[in-house]
């Protein structure tokens, strides 16, 4: 299901296409099938002053200096379906740095659980004390 953020996320973003690298037969020279995203972070009308402050902060290794995040893919021959990867791949990563982080629940280890440690390694050094004898 398309959602209207994902819309309005891609038309902020910016291509270019060169040459890819690899096998590609006669054609690898003359087409530029290797796509590069570009998408500016702090520009984007789309995301809040939070969001873009939190896709920053967890993304700090994917954006430059001038807070652009770049993406390529040159995995098929088709420039077409390159730009489709990237693209998925592209909102993938932000809606996922955009999930909230779960807060670890503390539990306590069951009563049973400490008994069958504590038997266990009762079992062992008996085991040892017995090799002495």
């Known amino acids: ?26 054609s690898v020279n003359k087409v530029n099938t290797k796509v590069e995203l570009l998408f500016n972070v702090w520009d984007s009308d789309v995301l809040s002053i939070i969001q873009k402050e939190i896709i920053s902060k ?17 995995e098929t021959r088709s420039q ?6 990237v693209v998925n ?14 807060k670890r629940k503390a539990t306590k280890r069951s009563k049973s659980s400490v008994e069958k440690r504590l038997r266990n390694k009762k079992y062992q050094s008996d085991k040892k004390k017995n090799r002495k004898i």
């Not at 791949?89 to 909230?100: E, G, N, S």
């Open 1 to 26: 299901m398309i959602n209207l953020d994902e819309i309005k996320l891609t038309t902020e973003l910016k291509f270019r296409t060169s040459r890819s690298s690899g096998p590609g037969g006669q």
């Open 80 to 85: 077409l379906k390159n730009k489709e990867l």
């Open 58 to 74: 967890k993304l700090n290794n994917r954006i430059n200096t001038d807070g652009i995040l770049l993406m390529s893919s040159d």
């Open 89 to 102: 791949r592209f909102l993938k990563l932000i809606f996922d740095a955009l999930k909230p982080i779960k």
